[in-house]
């Protein structure tokens, strides 16, 4: 029984590290990415995301591997489009440039 707990405590953990809040429906007012596509961004209409000592609207994550590649493209998508979006902002700071906020997850709204 013990073992089960233990089990159940460290198949949980990795869930408490990056906890998420997600966002309301937001307009993409600006995007881009570096000229190298290593570090993508969006900017989001409305109030400031993230952890307190990264807060803003301007949301970062990594664009040059093939997850980053296919953010890049589904949210340029929706930019264009002029559909909303809703990110799962994550409770850590983007590592590479850590005065910005990052997500783990985004949803687009056809709104």
């Not at 159940?8 to 937001?26: D, G, K, V, Y």
């Not at 000229?35 to 961004?41: I, K, L």
Request: charge should be positive; include cysteine.
């Amino acid at each position: 029984m013990i073992r089960k707990l233990l089990l159940a405590a460290l198949c949980a953990m990795p869930m408490l590290a990056n906890a998420t809040t997600l966002t309301s429906p937001r307009k993409i007012v600006d995007m881009g990415c570096h000229q190298d596509g290593s570090v993508c961004y969006v900017t989001l209409a409305g109030s400031l995301v993230g952890p307190t000592n990264c807060q803003g609207t301007s949301v970062r994550w990594i664009g040059n591997d093939n997850s980053g590649k296919l953010t890049l493209s589904m949210l340029t998508a929706a930019f264009l489009a002029g559909k909303n979006v809703a990110l799962a902002i994550s409770d850590q700071c983007f590592t590479t440039q850590p005065v910005y906020p990052t997500f783990l997850y985004y949803n687009i709204h056809n709104e």
